[in-house]
């Protein structure tokens, strides 16, 4: 049976090359479903759970990895983010009316317009956060990632992502290599070459191959860099968890000026709904008096 909503870890044995294969499906189904997307919108929002995925997957971290686009065109917020044991959760900002500029493309230009790709690593109020920024210049998120590695010094790393809506629900795919060059080195010829020649590979993985739901991760790893020997480690596994709740609403109310959340009551109730899960959380007007008694 092919695993589903998985991180695949990997070595490449002939260059020591590190990687990590994505597979999605109901978790994309799951996220997705939450909410009625458009298809253009739903297609960029899955491309960039993945991309998460991919990107939170190649650190080590105990907190809550945060990818974001930002454009001014139809769509003008994409959001995912992951914590460190699998939880992932995503969505997605658009202009309804201006959809049709997109004329049903499904590019980071016709949806997004200019902006920028922002990822940021929270490990906790006693830690310094990480973020890196790149312009959305790709026609695909991933592709405005890979510009962002192609200028650090501090990380290389090639990408290559799918995703499409299949008679069973949405598929994604995504394989990530990287190195960790050694500033006090050189970095030998034939290093180069084994770099040259992996991204090559990388490079013609088809979308089918990464979504297609009857190929395993492990059998499209080996088709791609047999040649060159693939090691492939234990997956981990990647769910749908949202982290809202009750509590946190309530937390968050408390915190407001009592007249300002009550100018919010309609027919004397409080609605608040959760952007990535959907969940509507609700406070009557005992329910509110009881919040400030407290």
Same mark, same amino acid.
């Given at each position: 049976m092919v695993?589903?909503?998985?991180?695949?870890?990997?070595q490449?044995?002939?260059s020591?090359?590190?990687?990590?294969?994505?597979?999605?499906?109901?978790?994309?189904?799951?996220?997705?479903?939450r909410?009625?997307?458009?298809?253009?919108?739903?297609?960029? @929002? $899955? !491309?960039?759970?993945?991309? *998460?995925?991919?990107? %939170?997957?190649?650190?080590?971290?105990?907190?809550? #990895? &945060?990818?974001?686009?930002k454009?001014?065109?139809?769509?003008?917020?994409v959001?995912?983010?992951?914590?460190?044991?699998?939880?992932?959760?995503?969505?997605?900002?658009?202009?309804?009316?201006r @959809? $049709? !500029?997109?004329?049903g493309? *499904?590019?980071?230009? %016709?949806l997004?317009?200019?902006?920028?790709?922002? #990822? &940021?690593?929270?490990?906790?109020?006693?830690?310094?956060?990480?973020?890196?920024?790149?312009?959305?210049?790709?026609?695909?998120?991933w592709?405005?990632?890979?510009?962002?590695?192609?200028?650090?010094?501090?990380l290389?790393?090639?990408?290559?992502?799918?995703?499409?809506?299949?008679?069973t629900g949405?598929?994604?795919?995504?394989?990530?290599l990287?190195?960790?060059?050694?500033?006090?080195?050189?970095?030998?010829?034939?290093?180069?070459?084994?770099?040259?020649?992996?991204?090559?590979?990388l490079?013609?993985?088809?979308?089918?191959?990464?979504?297609?739901?009857?190929?395993?991760?492990?059998?499209?790893?080996?088709?791609?860099?047999?040649?060159?020997?693939?090691?492939?480690?234990?997956?981990?596994?990647?769910?749908?968890?949202?982290?809202?709740s009750?509590?946190?609403?309530?937390?968050?109310?408390?915190?407001?000026?009592?007249?300002?959340v009550?100018?919010?009551?309609v027919?004397?109730?409080v609605?608040?709904?959760?952007e990535?899960?959907?969940?509507?959380?609700?406070?009557?007007?005992?329910?509110?008096?009881?919040?400030?008694?407290?």
């Amino acid at each position: 049976m092919v695993a589903d909503d998985i991180v695949l870890p990997f070595q490449i044995e002939a260059s020591g090359l590190r990687g990590r294969l994505v597979r999605f499906g109901p978790l994309l189904d799951d996220i997705l479903g939450r909410h009625a997307y458009p298809e253009p919108v739903a297609h960029l @929002l $899955a !491309e960039t759970v993945v991309l *998460t995925a991919l990107l %939170a997957s190649a650190l080590k971290y105990e907190g809550v #990895f &945060t990818l974001q686009a930002k454009g001014d065109g139809p769509v003008r917020l994409v959001v995912a983010d992951v914590t460190a044991d699998g939880a992932v959760r995503a969505h997605a900002v658009f202009d309804e009316a201006r @959809l $049709a !500029e997109a004329e049903g493309s *499904t590019t980071v230009p %016709a949806l997004m317009g200019r902006g920028h790709l922002a #990822f &940021t690593v929270d490990q906790g109020a006693d830690t310094e956060r990480y973020q890196g920024i790149v312009d959305l210049s790709g026609e695909t998120l991933w592709e405005c990632a890979q510009h962002y590695f192609r200028q650090s010094e501090q990380l290389q790393a090639g990408l290559r992502s799918a995703v499409r809506l299949t008679p069973t629900g949405w598929r994604g795919g995504g394989i990530m290599l990287q190195r960790l060059p050694d500033p006090e080195k050189e970095v030998p010829t034939d290093r180069e070459d084994d770099w040259r020649r992996s991204m090559v590979l990388l490079g013609s993985a088809t979308d089918d191959e990464l979504t297609e739901p009857q190929l395993a991760g492990e059998a499209l790893l080996y088709r791609l860099f047999n040649e060159d020997g693939v090691r492939v480690f234990a997956p981990q596994p990647m769910r749908f968890s949202c982290r809202c709740s009750r509590e946190r609403v309530t937390a968050m109310l408390s915190s407001l000026p009592r007249a300002e959340v009550e100018s919010l009551a309609v027919d004397g109730r409080v609605e608040v709904d959760c952007e990535f899960c959907n969940t509507r959380y609700v406070f009557d007007e005992d329910q509110l008096a009881a919040l400030y008694a407290a």
